[in-house]
């Protein structure tokens, strides 16, 4: 099972222009995604996401997660892997994905951004998107996706993380 994970703006912005997206998200949200986190066995992210969360990730002492960070040169990375832990590809999604289950990783969360948010739509393998929308109108930045994707969402569930933060989560039909 794949879910897409995301934070945005009211107006659909992942990011501040020129900012990381890691900035704006209410504690709300961050409890949301600590404690969800942990029913996962593995995270998907691209690789500027991984940029602005490299420290917290190589640091991080947690054995819960084979984390696959997707760039076009994982041979420039070869400091930052750690074998079963933080992993560099070039795979495309379906291929990623099956070696995830073939490694017995059942339960993955996309974390971004927004390059492999569309990129991993457009291949058709996310099995819900569970989006927080934050109170704010950033008017640009990094946007959830970078093409249209019109593939029709049924709305399973709508829940205020706080008075001011909605939980929205859909699947694709
Ligand atoms: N609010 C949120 O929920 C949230 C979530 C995630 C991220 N973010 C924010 O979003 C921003 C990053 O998003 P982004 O869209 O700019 O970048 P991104 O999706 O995190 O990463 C893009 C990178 O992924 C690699 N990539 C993309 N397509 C590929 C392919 N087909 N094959 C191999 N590698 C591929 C490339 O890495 P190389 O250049 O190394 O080849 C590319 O530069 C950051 O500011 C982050 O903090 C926000």
């Given at each position: ?6 934070a945005?703006?009211?107006?659909g ?11 704006f ?16 066995d593995?995270?998907i ?9 490299r420290?917290r990730?190589?640091n ?8 696959k960070i ?17 992993e560099f590809t ?24 927004g390059?492999i ?5 457009e ?16 008017g ?12 029709p ?8 993380l706080?008075d001011?933060?909605l939980l ?6």
């Amino acid at each position: 099972m794949l879910i897409l994970i995301a934070a945005q703006s009211l107006d659909g912005f992942i990011a501040r222009p020129d900012r990381a997206g890691t900035d704006f998200c209410s504690e709300a949200d961050a409890s949301f995604l600590r404690d969800t986190l942990k029913k996962f066995d593995s995270l998907i992210m691209g690789r500027k996401t991984f940029e602005t969360l490299r420290e917290r990730i190589l640091n991080s002492d947690t054995k819960r997660y084979l984390r696959k960070i997707i760039t076009r040169s994982p041979a420039a990375y070869a400091a930052d892997t750690r074998p079963d832990l933080v992993e560099f590809t070039d795979q495309p999604p379906i291929e990623t994905l099956s070696e995830l289950a073939g490694r017995g990783r059942k339960k993955t969360a996309l974390l971004g951004g927004g390059e492999i948010y569309t990129q991993y739509l457009e291949a058709g393998v996310v099995d819900e998107l569970w989006i927080t929308i934050e109170p704010l109108l950033f008017g640009g930045g990094t946007p959830l996706l970078g093409k249209a994707n019109e593939r029709p969402l049924k709305l399973l569930s709508h829940h205020r993380l706080s008075d001011e933060t909605l939980l929205l989560k859909y699947k694709p039909l």
